[in-house]
């Protein structure tokens, strides 16, 4: 059973970065990928990254290709999204999930377990 648990979030201006950390708790013989999402008020859920269970490789969503990068830590346990030259749109609850798959996805529904999310808020 995994739990996830994200950080890192708070409000910068417009141009600004921030770090996201996403922690996983417990176990599981299955393998797993990771994925970042963001929900704005009155917007769906999207995705924003992801990356695929060895690590070997990313995926951005257009929007945020060339700002974002996600990476991991050597035991994979914790993932982050480093975020720069942030924008106002850019403003969103921010999640980290996990899919029982070895490939990932941008897409939301493959995922199982969700984290609580961390609000982000860019000023212009």
């Known amino acids: 059973q995994l739990q996830l648990v994200e950080s890192g979030g708070g409000s910068v201006q417009s141009g600004g970065s921030l770090r996201l950390s996403c922690v996983v708790h417990?176990?599981?013989?299955?393998?797993?990928?990771i994925g970042w999402f963001r929900q704005a008020p009155g917007k769906e859920r999207e995705g924003v990254a992801c990356?695929?269970?060895?690590?070997?490789?990313?995926y951005y969503a257009d929007s945020v290709k060339g700002r974002f990068t996600m990476s991991r830590d050597n035991n994979g346990k914790t993932v982050y999204l480093q975020m720069d030259s942030l924008k106002p749109e850019d403003t969103a609850v921010y999640y980290c999930?996990?899919?029982?798959?070895?490939?990932?996805?941008?897409?939301?529904?493959?995922?199982?377990?969700w984290g609580l999310g961390t609000q982000v808020t860019v000023s212009s």
């Open positions: 999930a996990a899919r029982p798959t070895i490939l990932c996805s941008l897409s939301l529904t493959p995922y199982k377990t």
């Open positions: 990356m695929t269970q060895s690590g070997k490789s990313t």
């Open positions: 417990g176990d599981t013989e299955d393998p797993y990928s």
